[in-house]
């Protein structure tokens, strides 16, 4: 069963950047659509981004254009560079995977989830 650990997050001034990992153990990324989801206290889990085996990439409106998803199968690792960070992307961040499908908004799609890193943006 593939485990996936997220890290890089901290915190950052408004306008500054952070790059997210997310790395699997217990297997491989092969054949998984993998993405970025986020979840504030109280609120339900937000699409972020996504990104397919073959590299096929989606992005939520609130990120396009600062965000970037990204992967390395041969590492078995998931990343988000983000920049230009706003106080409202405040919040924890979750990786994702699911297998043999494709690109989804839905959390309800993924079935394996890391356990979050925060991210926090503040001046």
């Known amino acids: 069963q593939v485990q996936l650990v997220e890290s890089g997050g901290g915190l950052v001034q408004p306008g500054g950047s952070l790059r997210l990992s997310c790395a699997a153990s217990?297997?491989?990324?092969?054949?998984?659509?993998m993405g970025w989801f986020r979840q504030a206290p109280g609120k339900e889990r937000e699409f972020v981004t996504a990104?397919?085996?073959?590299?096929?990439?989606d992005y939520a409106d609130s990120v396009k254009g600062r965000f970037t998803i990204s992967r390395d199968n041969d590492k078995n690792s998931l990343y988000l560079q983000m920049s230009g960070l706003k106080p409202e992307d405040t919040t924890l961040y979750y990786c994702a995977a699911r297998y043999l499908g494709g690109l989804s908004l839905s959390p309800n799609m993924y079935h394996l989830w890391g356990q979050g890193t925060q991210v926090t943006v503040s001046s």
């Open positions: 217990g297997g491989t990324f092969n054949g998984y659509t």
């Open positions: 990104i397919s085996w073959n590299g096929f990439t």
